[in-house]
DNA sequence: CTCATATCGTTTGACATCAAACGACTACCC
DNA sequence: GGGTAGTCGTTTGATGTCAAACGATATGAG
């Protein structure tokens, strides 16, 4: 780290000093912000600590841990869990694949649908990675104690959940009198 | 929302199955599962209701974010806050300068370096934005009440220091050993 | 002054990322 | 059984992302 990096508390005293004026969420503020420098920070020291060395990349991890937990799944399903669009799990999976670790296999009934699972080199990886990866995951969390741990997951679950259960609605609300133009980028229909 | 999603608690429970017989640390694993789970449902939020109008990206969005808070600031300081490379700045910076938000200045003793700030539009446009956006943060938040937003921004705040004080080392030791080859992409030398 | 070394922002190449368009396919209706 | 409406994974185009290489500039030593 080489320069004189403005610290966490550095940061949010610059933040009162620009808001002083305005009517804010102070509290709320507080949480997202941090809970975006956190998992940045985190999966940061976890792609340059555990992940590199494997020349994996935090998204590959990420697909390779969703078929390990849940075993052979659509590729839909595995996009959403991985959080994901299902365009980038086609090129993840591509990388997969040709690394060996993921197999491609065709739905029986469906022809237009594919599974994922993991290959047996990529099941052996997994069983070799995750304890590492854990291991970091309590270097990082450290500070916090097991059951600051778990209130931790607690409130994070509140937040996830309530976006799983009223964001699209929200959403909706927000922008309905609004005419969103299509995204700029992206495929263009032919002429 | 289409298909069924697995919900936060049905993956936890998946967890809990497969990793049955290993000795992990769980509410390390919790928490750090769920900062990455909450940041990305969050992001996802704020993207789709209060930057997609106005055609912003996430990362556009905390470069400007950083220049309203602290002002005219040098690139390499600038990345740092945001949390990208400098690299990335580059681009994302002329994405911004081409629309009108940002300038680009000289610095006045080193012609190597650059300053960046909003510019009067893009002033304008935060001071638009900012509530809009702190208006989403404390809708994600809103299951959590004031004190337990405090607490959860201050366990997070505790993960970030750790990192900012001991996590270049201990990737340092981690790697000590291991010759880590030259990352795969990325310029390559001419011959 | 000269030359080596360090540091700045930019460029590069490989890949990630998204949403819309698309082609292949299934399912439904009459 | 012939259309057609819907859904699957892939392709596409614009942009984001990183770290190493690079050119321009600054700094320091002799």
Chains 1, 2 share one sequence.
Do not use: Y
Not at 23 to 44: C, D, F, K, S, Y
């Amino acid at each position: 780290m080489p320069g004189p990096r403005r610290s966490i508390t550095e940061t949010e005293q610059a933040i009162q000093r620009r808001l002083g004026g305005l009517t804010l969420q102070r509290e709320a503020m507080a949480a997202v912000g941090n809970i975006h420098r956190a998992a940045a920070a985190v999966r940061q020291h976890l792609e340059n600590s555990v992940l590199r060395p494997h020349e994996l990349t935090w998204t590959g991890f990420v697909v390779l841990w969703v078929l390990w937990i849940w075993g052979e799944a659509e590729t839909w399903s595995v996009a959403e869990e991985a959080g994901i669009s299902k365009g980038t799990l086609t090129g993840i999976s591509r990388t997969l694949e040709s690394r060996g670790l993921v197999v491609r296999s065709a739905h029986p009934e469906d022809r237009r649908r594919v599974l994922l699972s993991l290959s047996p080199q990529g099941e052996k990886l997994m069983e070799e990675l995750f304890p590492a990866f854990n291991e970091e995951e309590a270097f990082v969390a450290a500070p916090l104690g097991p059951e600051e741990c778990l209130r931790l997951a607690e409130s994070l679950r509140a937040i996830v959940s309530r976006l799983e259960e009223h964001g699209e609605q929200r959403r909706r609300e927000l922008l309905d009198g609004e005419n969103l133009a299509p995204r700029r980028s992206g495929r263009r229909p032919r002429p």
